[in-house]
């Protein structure tokens, strides 16, 4: 019990204890969706507000932080606080840049990947399709040469779409991620 009360004087250990609590809760309250339906539509009103205030103390630690540790020469501790907040605001930013550089060239290499592989997509589907129809549905009687057909053509379609439009969609993708990266 010493040793619990003397780990509750540090603003740390309450820091942390703190953050421990709102998550724990917050998984609590976001599992009772699947369990009580509309317990957890209501308490997924109350999600966004959650994920702020723990972006909220996340960052009110880190601006507890800096004022103790980077500015705590300033004397004028309204003056500490609001460097230290400029300072957490400009960290955040840089995270989400650093995250979303980090995103965008991972997702215009997925996509080039679908493209590159759509025919083996198509070819594979249209094989299952086929062997869809040669194998149990005989013994049910169902005619599944109209799905095949049918198939067989959405699918040329789509590729056909696709492999006429997937520099424009490859230009756009890079040119959304470039506005997003320039934006900040």
């Known amino acids: 019990m010493k040793k619990l009360d003397q780990m509750m004087e540090k603003t740390w250990f309450t820091n942390a204890l703190t953050g421990c609590i709102v998550v724990a809760f917050y998984v609590i309250f976001s599992g009772l969706k699947g369990v009580f339906g509309g317990i957890g539509t209501f308490i997924g009103y109350f999600s ?82 086929e062997t869809l129809g040669n194998g149990d549905t005989v013994k049910l009687s169902l005619d599944t040469t109209f799905l095949t057909d049918a198939s067989e053509t959405m699918v040329n379609k789509v590729v056909e779409y696709v492999g006429l439009n997937s520099s424009k969609i490859l230009n756009t993708s890079a040119i959304v991620g470039k506005a997003i990266m320039n934006f900040f």
């Open 48 to 129: 966004t507000i959650l994920a702020g205030v723990m972006i909220a103390y996340i960052m009110n630690t880190l601006a507890k932080f800096y004022q103790r540790t980077i500015f705590k020469k300033i004397k004028k501790e309204k003056v500490q606080w609001g460097i230290s907040v400029c300072l957490t605001v400009l960290t955040g930013l840089i995270f989400l840049l650093l995250l979303i550089g980090m995103l965008i060239p991972q997702l215009i290499g997925g996509v080039t990947q679908f493209i590159t592989n759509l025919n083996d997509y198509a070819d594979s589907f249209q094989s299952w399709i």
